[in-house]
């Protein structure tokens, strides 16, 4: 069955620090890869998202993620977070077909101090 | 442009009670996702609709639990004879269509229910 799994559920980090999420799945076919954000109350929100192409791509807000698909893995990164950043983070995937529905993993709760 | 609205945001039901929960896609978008949220654990699909059908209700329980999607008003989940295993939050996420440009989800802010 497919699954995402994140390997940090909490991470603590000061500002100016550099950010790495772990994002790993298992599916053996094509897959679109996206990472989505939840701030404190609020909605959740697309960061970037990965179809085909540069594995690298850019989101929102200064965030990237590479597609490394030897190691079926989408990290999220970036190099100097802000206070601002405190929020639950999300990788997901889904894989087209019939169904457009989301495979998300277990979420990785960021806490920025200043 | 309105975002997907949800409703209400905290719904608060005795044990065997119904819980019904709305949802209302953003201006143009005629597929809806559901998905469910347990304390400690990321979100899990539970159904997804167009306007009038159900495409994949895989992720839907058995028993209880309904969706629908009528061709004007809201988006529906409704759970019968609620039990505090169903407290959880419910997110609603509505696309445009189901390609892969046109098929991102953009989400609602939720409706927590506790079950009490």
């Known amino acids: 069955a497919q699954s995402v799994s994140q390997h940090n559920h909490h991470v603590i980090l000061s500002e100016a620090a550099s950010l790495e999420l772990g994002c790993n799945y298992s599916y053996g076919g094509t897959v679109n890869l996206f990472w989505y954000v939840q701030y404190p109350g609020q909605h959740l929100q697309l960061l970037l998202k990965?179809?085909?192409?540069?594995?690298l791509v850019k989101g929102i807000k200064g965030f990237e993620a590479e597609f490394i698909k030897s190691k079926f893995s989408f990290n999220l990164r970036k190099p100097s977070v802000q206070w601002s950043d405190t929020a639950e983070y999300f990788c997901a995937l889904n894989y087209g077909g019939a169904t457009n529905k989301l495979i998300f993993g277990t979420g990785t709760l960021l806490a920025v101090q200043p | 442009n309105a975002g997907v609205m949800q409703n209400p945001r905290h719904l608060v039901r005795r044990r065997g009670q119904e819980a019904r929960l709305r949802c209302s896609p953003m201006k143009g978008h005629s597929h809806v996702y559901w998905y469910r949220q347990l304390p400690e654990e990321g979100l899990k699909f539970m159904v997804y609709l167009q306007k009038e059908n159900i495409i994949d209700e895989s992720g839907m329980p058995k028993e209880r639990f309904s969706a629908e999607f009528p061709k004007e008003g809201p988006s529906i989940l409704r759970i019968q004879q609620v039990v505090r295993g169903d407290s959880a939050a419910y997110f609603c996420?509505?696309?445009?269509?189901?390609?892969?440009?046109?098929?991102?989800?953009?989400f609602g802010a939720g409706t927590r229910l506790s079950v009490l």
């Open positions: 990965y179809f085909s192409g540069d594995p």
């Open positions: 996420a509505s696309s445009p269509a189901s390609g892969r440009a046109t098929g991102i989800q953009y």
